[in-house]
């Protein structure tokens, strides 16, 4: 659980802030669950990136908000109930990878495919040890056929140099055999790894398919909660050369009409309102968190920033329940908000409240 904040300085709207027990507006401590309202612009958004920072671990989004009227560099002090976090020379001394921020940023990488970090393939793909065992298999294969390729593709760049050093022909016809003799080899070593590979990979891509449908039911099981004109249809992962998800892109039935992967003959930009889009990005982020097992569900950090924006008030009401139900499932919750009806009403949802922070910046 995260704590305290110390400091943040020559940060986004924030020129030196470290808030002290003396301090009778709030001094810094956080709470299990906490709601913070701010007019937009006030600064908000900017305190949210702290956490997405501190889970991913980049410095990048941090420095980039680097308060304009300052020269010193950016530095945030944040105390942990398991340590303490600490934004230095540009980086953090310690993440936390426990993390999950529902942002502006998560809203851009996962309205038109699906997007999954390293972190976020472990947790939904663990479940089976076999597979997992065949993946790293898998992946040790493809990296090991690459350099074989690679090894097949400079040889006769190197054989051509050590014919050039032959003073006779004897010696050229050891080398010319010696260089048979390893092609030989490779070649045959070639083989077996795509063998392997054949026969691994459709069970791997099988298993993680079956996931990533699980995966579109549990995303249109939240949908449905927003909208009864949008569905998830055919889904299709997409696959790093290591056979790491990285993404999934979808067929989205909007109205009863169809889009294409691939194609995208329907303009998502067109037929879809910003709450639309608003509602699928929502939709898949509590689809991740249901996809994880109890235990790991509850040493989570949530982070909501505006998770409402551009939804109407039957929306609202639906994200107000749906964001409540985690307050005894994780392990701590924040919410930003710009609407003041939308924090108060989802303060009255947070028992008990002494585990409750609400604050107006």
Not at 58 to 64: A, I, M, P, Q, T
Not at 101 to 106: A, T
């Amino acid at each position: 659980m995260l704590q305290r904040i110390t400091v943040m300085k020559n940060f986004g709207t924030y020129s030196n802030y470290k808030p002290s027990k003396n301090f009778p507006e709030w001094d810094g401590t956080f709470k299990k669950n906490n709601i913070i309202y701010a007019h937009n612009g006030s600064g908000k958004t900017t305190f949210s990136l702290i956490f997405q920072s501190l889970s991913s671990g980049s410095g990048e989004v941090l420095v980039k908000k680097k308060r304009v009227a300052s020269d010193g560099e950016v530095e945030i002090r944040l105390l942990g109930s398991n340590a303490n976090y600490n934004f230095l020379n540009q980086k953090w001394d310690t993440i936390n990878n426990s993390i999950n921020v529902f942002n502006s940023f998560y809203f851009q990488d996962n309205v038109y495919a699906f997007k999954f970090s390293d972190d976020e393939f472990s947790y939904l793909f663990k479940a089976n040890e076999e597979i997992n065992d065949l993946n790293q298999k898998l992946t040790k294969s493809l990296k090991e056929l690459s350099r074989i390729k690679k090894s097949i593709k400079n040889n006769t760049f190197f054989l051509k140099e050590k014919l050039k050093t032959a003073k006779n022909s004897k010696q050229k016809e050891k080398i010319l055999k010696s260089n048979k003799e390893f092609l030989l080899k490779k070649n045959l070593q070639q083989k077996k790894l795509e063998e392997e590979i054949t026969n691994s990979t459709p069970i791997v891509k099988g298993f993680y398919q079956n996931i990533c449908t699980q995966y579109r039911d549990k995303v249109n099981y939240y949908l449905k909660q927003f909208t009864d004109s949008i569905l998830i249809k055919d889904i299709k992962p997409l696959y790093s050369k290591s056979v790491r998800l990285q993404s999934i892109v979808f067929n989205l039935s909007v109205d009863g009409f169809e889009t294409s992967l691939g194609k995208r003959d329907i303009s998502f930009d067109f037929y879809l309102s910003d709450g639309d889009k608003n509602s699928i990005a929502f939709a898949s982020f509590l689809a991740r968190l249901d996809m994880m097992e109890m235990d790991q569900l509850s040493k989570q950090i949530l982070v909501f920033d505006d998770p409402f924006s551009s939804l109407d008030s039957n929306r609202k009401n639906r994200t107000i329940s749906l964001i409540s139900r985690y307050a005894n499932k994780v392990n701590q919750i924040f919410v930003y908000s710009h609407d003041l009806y939308f924090a108060d009403e989802l303060s009255n949802r947070f028992y008990p409240k002494s585990d409750l922070l609400c604050l107006e910046m």
